[in-house]
């Protein structure tokens, strides 16, 4: 796999790419597991994942600016960077609820910056590779299907 143009080291890419697909299966299980067990026990252990993938991203994330990639080779992972930290402090650090009821001034932007980091990060292999964009596509379709899922279940 090659990167064209403007688009940074293709290691880089394939990493975020990775990420990025390790991110949307760890979230599915979460989602399906509140649907099982009624509780986000796994869901807060698969957080810890969530946050090893961020070393992979940021070693690509300094990767595309070393290499002085196009800004959307690297915006998903600086995003991702930033979801991590504001998981990190509401559901680690000092623990709030914020989904149920829903405190919105919370909500909003870890909504924001988790789909936002997902939706930045799968987007650049379109043009990179068209049959790795497709993978993203069916674990995104996979995660959109199991949130909306438990939503139904009452557990989203």
Known sequence: ???Q??????WAALTVWVVVNAVNILQSVGFLSRIRTG???LNHQLGYAMFALGVPAAIALVGFVRARAGLLSWLGPA???G???LMLVVDYVAPIEFRSP???GVLVPYLVLFFGSILLMGL??????RSYWLVTVATSVLLIGSMLWAMREGVG
């Open 1 to 3: 796999m090659q990167t």
């Open 5 to 10: 143009g403007g688009q940074g080291p293709w």
């Open 39 to 41: 509780t986000m026990t």
């Open 79 to 81: 995003v991702y960077m």
């Open 83 to 85: 979801f991590l930290a």
């Open 102 to 104: 829903p405190l919105y």
């Open 124 to 129: 650049p292999m379109y043009e990179i590779n």
